[in-house]
């Protein structure tokens, strides 16, 4: 089963301009984690925040995590076309194993 | 670094076939998992190894199995193949602890 839903489903834009990503979750977690995935390809990490974090910047991503509200933003700051992708949310580890729990994804599109 | 390779790209196989899918771990990497990741949905944990011991598996049936070998690499065996196992399988690897997974491009597979 899914543990988040990211908000929204999909996203158009144009370069330049700030993209934002939310997500949400259901049970209570150690970190949460940031993925982008091209063209149904393998996934790559962006960024991951820890449960005591409240936000975390990695060049033009900045993520906030609201563990009271359960939820998370994604933020891409001057977007490029290079950035249109999917780009899901995962939380974790749960118990004694590293597993993570994937949202259900938010595609960007980047119009040049 | 190497990253996480896998093997093959692409694959098809008829319903009640048995598929064998490889994975290389990224170096250093003591934990692998896999992922299974329908159409348009976010990955789904299928299991993890970790010092070739199973440490933890998702909501699939026993006809999914895995191995890991010495040297952290891993396979995935499905049989007995259903036509709803159609979807891209990921493989990642991590170190022990709070980390981020490095994700191979992953195995196709299409069952017809």
């Known amino acids: 089963s899914q543990q988040g839903e990211e908000d929204p489903q999909a996203l158009s834009i144009q370069e330049g301009e700030n993209a934002t990503m939310n997500c949400s979750y259901k049970?209570?977690?150690?970190?949460l984690q940031w993925y982008r995935q091209n063209s149904g390809r393998g996934l790559v990490h962006l960024i991951l925040?820890?449960?005591?974090?409240r936000e975390k910047h990695s060049g033009r991503l900045r993520v906030t995590l609201d563990t009271s509200k359960k939820s998370s933003s994604l933020l891409i700051t001057a977007s490029r076309a290079a950035d249109t992708a999917s780009y899901f949310c995962?939380?974790?580890?749960?118990?004694?194993?590293?597993?993570?729990?994937f949202g259900t994804g938010t595609l960007l599109a980047v119009q040049p | 670094e190497t990253g996480v390779t896998q093997s093959p790209t692409h694959l098809i196989k008829t319903r009640g076939q048995q598929v064998t899918l490889r994975c290389s771990s990224q170096?250093?990497?003591?934990?692998v998992s896999w992922y299974q990741q329908a159409l348009g949905q976010g990955p789904q944990f299928i299991f993890q190894?970790?010092?070739?011991?199973?440490?933890g598996r998702g909501n699939f049936p026993p006809r999914f199995s895995g191995l890991q070998f010495p040297n952290y690499s891993s396979e995935l065996n499905v049989n007995a193949l259903e036509l709803d196992d159609s979807a891209l399988y990921l493989c990642?690897?991590?170190?022990?602890?709070?980390?981020?997974?490095?994700f191979g491009s992953g195995t196709r597979l299409t069952v017809v």
């Open positions: 049970t209570s977690i150690n970190n």
């Open positions: 190894y970790y010092r070739e011991e199973e440490n």
């Open positions: 170096s250093g990497h003591n934990t």
């Open positions: 925040i820890r449960s005591n974090e």
């Open positions: 990642a690897s991590s170190p022990v602890g709070d980390y981020g997974y490095t």
């Open positions: 995962a939380t974790g580890p749960y118990g004694a194993t590293n597993k993570l729990i």
